[in-house]
């Protein structure tokens, strides 16, 4: 169990990203299609992650002016392919990618919406259209398509969800595939939020040690013509 | 410290391995960022997502035409003696692991693993974090996986699919092919 007393976790700009709303994110993560992606602040997405927002229809490019404007915004926020809340987390080597089917005769991608307070652990899979805010998702699951996680729901390590599974508020999932076998206490949501938030806190941000420079030669991250060979 | 020859940097546009053997079809649509090894064919209408890994270590990999293989697909051959033969319309989801060869119109969940020592006829569904392996009684011989089989579980069950909806599953594959066509060059570099 998490609290607020847990070693923090030290992370340099070398491998971490960090935006403004205080997302961290890492260099290694490979985010395809970010200009559909949408994640909403103080989120970490840790290394080896693939997350899919190129999976989207590209509609028409906003127009300039004109009654196209209106338009043009609500074709931009439909293309919105992965969709976060506040405190997002995303453990290493997890594939998000939005659910696809054939929908009135024409094959489609949806969006992904994840609420606040969603932890998602090592190596999962996921191809959920909704996860609802402090669900969590523990290592090594797999999601399936279109399956609809509401509020507060945990996912034991290993899961597997059938396509088309709702989790309603309040549960515990676990087994392949994947079956309710338990109900959470309604004192649960406090609890996540304080665990979640002081998990956020554990990411210290350091400065990168300074390598022995034959090792810093080897792996150069962008040539300079300043470089001691050069 | 040690004055050892370091191992020149690869640079970011340098495949990862020899790729002089990879033959596609110019009408498939392979993202840059897949990774080939070895003797490889794809076939027409094939799409390949990225960070899909084909690696014929061995014998040679034959990729048939209009499948879809997944990110973190691994299919690999590590058999000198034989060619891997992969048929036509298969569906590879993201994390699958498959060393067989494989028959037309398959569908292989995520992070499921087909295991070398069986041929995956036509038709078979494997379920998402499932293995199929060989219950034959001769290891020596590949046990051929009946067409309409499914793979389902966590002990690997097998049981048959009567094809019921059959139409409508290969329309919504052919659509779905059409779509990532359509939508995938506009994000990445494709190979030709």
């Not at chain 1, 405190?87 to 609420?115: D, E, H, I, W």
């Not at chain 2, 370091?6 to 840059?32: C, G, N």
């Not at chain 2, 019921?164 to 060059?185: D, F, G, I």
């Amino acid at each position: 169990m998490a609290s607020a007393f847990l070693d923090p976790i030290p992370i340099s700009s070398k491998e971490y990203a960090f935006t403004d709303s205080g997302n961290v994110i890492s260099r290694s993560a490979k985010i395809y299609g970010a200009s559909n992606i949408v994640i909403n602040g103080r989120s970490v997405i840790e290394k080896g992650c693939v997350i899919r927002g190129d999976l989207q229809r590209v509609v028409a490019t906003p127009g300039v002016g004109g009654s196209a404007g209106t338009m043009s915004m609500q074709l931009a926020s439909n293309t919105t392919s992965v969709n976060a809340g506040r405190y997002l987390s995303v453990g290493q080597g997890t594939v998000l990618r939005p659910p696809g089917k054939l929908y009135k005769g024409t094959f489609n991608y949806f969006q992904m919406k994840m609420g606040d307070f969603v932890t998602i652990g090592q190596n999962c899979i996921v191809e959920a259209v909704s996860i609802g805010n402090g669900s969590e998702i523990e290592d090594d699951c797999i999601i399936g398509e279109f399956v609809t996680i509401k509020d507060f729901v945990i996912i034991e390590q290993g899961t597997v969800l059938s396509p088309n599974t709702v989790c309603p508020n309040l549960t515990r999932w676990a087994g392949n595939p994947g079956r309710l076998v338990d109900s959470l206490p309604e004192s649960t949501p406090e609890t996540v939020e304080a665990r979640v938030r002081a998990n956020y806190k554990r990411y210290k941000v350091v400065k990168p040690e300074s390598k022995p420079p034959s090792a810093a030669a080897a792996t150069p991250r962008y040539p300079t013509s300043l470089s001691k060979n050069a | 410290m040690s004055s050892a020859p370091q191992p020149k940097p690869r640079s970011k546009k340098e495949p990862l391995y020899d790729e002089s053997q990879v033959v596609i079809h110019p009408e498939a649509t392979v993202v840059q960022d897949a990774v080939f090894k070895g003797k490889v064919t794809i076939g027409k209408g094939t799409v390949i997502h990225p960070l899909a890994q084909i690696l014929a270590h061995e014998g040679e990999i034959v990729i048939g035409d209009n499948c879809v293989i997944a990110e973190n697909v691994h299919i690999l051959n590590s058999d000198t003696s034989k060619t891997l033969q992969i048929g036509n319309k298969n569906q590879f989801g993201t994390g699958a692991k498959v060393q067989a060869s494989v028959g037309n119109s398959n569908n292989f969940g995520a992070r499921c693993e087909v295991l070398a020592d069986v041929i995956v006829s036509d038709y078979c569904v494997v379920g998402p974090q499932t293995t199929l392996r060989s219950r034959a009684l001769d290891p020596s011989q590949p046990e051929v996986i009946p067409s309409y089989t499914v793979v389902f579980g966590s002990n690997s069950d097998r049981r048959a699919w009567d094809a019921s909806a059959a139409q409508e599953e290969a329309s919504a594959r052919e659509k779905h092919l059409e779509y990532l066509r359509e939508v995938l060059p506009k994000f990445y570099r494709v190979r030709k």
